[in-house]
């Protein structure tokens, strides 16, 4: 069963504008590679051959996924969320109990996430601990080096 994804609909445009690019371009390189590699002669010993074969398979596999993705997607209005309390597309400010520094993540779906961009995902474990939570609440976690505190200090769009 697959679950739901809930998109900004910059994040749904940046989501098609790559499927489309991994149908088109990604397909078509994948056919050339293939293509110069049964030129070089005998398949059964073309490492370069079985090497394409093998990229086409990742790449149909990754356009599957997107496609998942999209057949369950759901576009959020964020102007519509009430933040209350800790949702999907909100920003939020935290406080490291441990060492009182702060930070501010903005929780999306998986296929949004990108650290670099401080999005992290609803389905993470920090992610799942915050959902819920309003504005003062401490909430904890376990990561590989301990047990994390943290205090939710704001919550904006």
Known sequence: MSTISYLTQEGYERLKHELEEMKTKGRDEMSKAIAEARDKGDLSENAEY???????????MKINEMEKVFANARIIDESTLDISKV???????IENLTNKATMTYKLVSEAEANLKEKKISVNSPLGHALLGKAIGDVTE?????????????????
């Open 50 to 60: 079985d090497a394409a074969k093998n990229a086409q398979g990742m790449l149909e």
């Open 87 to 93: 949702t999907v597309m909100c920003n939020v400010t």
């Open 141 to 157: 976690f376990t990561t590989p080096a301990g047990l994390s505190r943290f205090k939710i200090v704001n919550i904006s769009l």
